[in-house]
Structures are given as structure tokens and as C-alpha cells.
């Protein structure tokens, strides 16, 4: 479904395909995931969507983010926004899919294929626009979780389904475990 000459954009949605992966048992390479999708074809861009809490001293997306940037992906982020629920939990809401839409729907005259990282069902009818500008596109995605994390009307549109837990030995990495805090040495000065 790849043509060496094709020329190709990325567009993850972050939360979408950590959750998938999650799902799976797996982390993502970053670094392996763009080195794949250059080996298939000509790859002009690889967007990376998700929403940052602003307002907390340190979020654990950070350094993903700015390792992304540096690394060759654009990077599209925006303020997360944080409320209280009926039942008085703390719930968080930060959805890219508008700027995930804009942006591919103005790189599409310039691309022979997409390939979208989402299960998101409300992507049906941008993948389907897409189509219509004779633009393949490939959705990447997991049916092998339970529940499954992608809409099912999403992967009958979409060209190509590429299964997540397919790509797992080419851009997987075992999840990482929790890092222990390690108590600071009482007396650092007496190995100086």
C-alpha cells in the first residue's frame, strides 16, 4: 500500500496512539516510528497533536514533546483545560481534532498519502474528504485490545488498516517501569 515515491505526511494524535499502545502492553519509539514511515516512502512532514496542562509545575508529557521537536516532528500543542465534574472529580479536556483537520486538509494537495495514528471515529468524515482529493490514506490503530480503540466506521473509510500490535517489533519498546526514588546519601560530602 506504500509507493517508495509516495510522498507521505504523519499525523498523531498523542493521546490517541499512547492510549492504544498502552492498551497493548507497549511503548512507542518515537525515533523508530519516523525512521519506519521514511523507509516506505518520502516523508514531508510528521505532525504530533496533544494538549499540555499549563498551569501544573511539571507535566509528564513535557519532555516527550520537546525530544519530538527537536527530533524532526511538528509539533501542535495547545492549553489543556482543566474542570470539576457532576460528582466533583477533576477531569481534563484538551481535544486537537480541529487542528489535526485544518492541517491535514491544507497539506493534502501536497501529499499522495496520510497515514492518521487515531481510533477516533469523528476522523470518518476527514478521511473521507481526503479521499475525495484523491489522497490515500492509512489509519493506524488497534482492534486487539479490549475494548477495541478504533471505530469501526473509521477503519472500513480508511484505504489501508495498519494493526499497532503489527508494527510492535518495528517501533515498539517494552513500557517502562516506574523509577524508584532513591534516598539522597546522608553524608555526600565524605565521598569527595
Known sequence: MFYKD?????????ANLYAAAKA????????????EFV????LLRAFYYTALLENDDYSPIRPLVDWLHYNGF??????????TDSQ?????????DIELTVDAMELAPRVDHIVLFSGDGDFRPLVESLQRQGVRVSVVSTIRSQPPMIADELRRQADNFIELDELREVIGR??????EVRPE???AAADS
Open 6 to 14: 509516495d510522498r507521505l505526511a504523519l499525523f498523531i494524535d498523542g
Open 24 to 35: 497493548l502492553g507497549f511503548d512507542i519509539d518515537y525515533k523508530l516510528l519516523r525512521q
Open 88 to 96: 466533583g472529580r477533576r477531569k481534563v479536556k484538551g481535544n486537537m
Open 74 to 83: 511538528s509539533m501542535v500543542t495547545k492549553s489543556a483545560k482543566e474542570y
Open 39 to 42: 523507509r516506505r516512502g518520502k
Open 174 to 179: 517494552p513500557p517502562r517501569e516506574p523509577r
Open 185 to 187: 546519601r546522608e553524608n
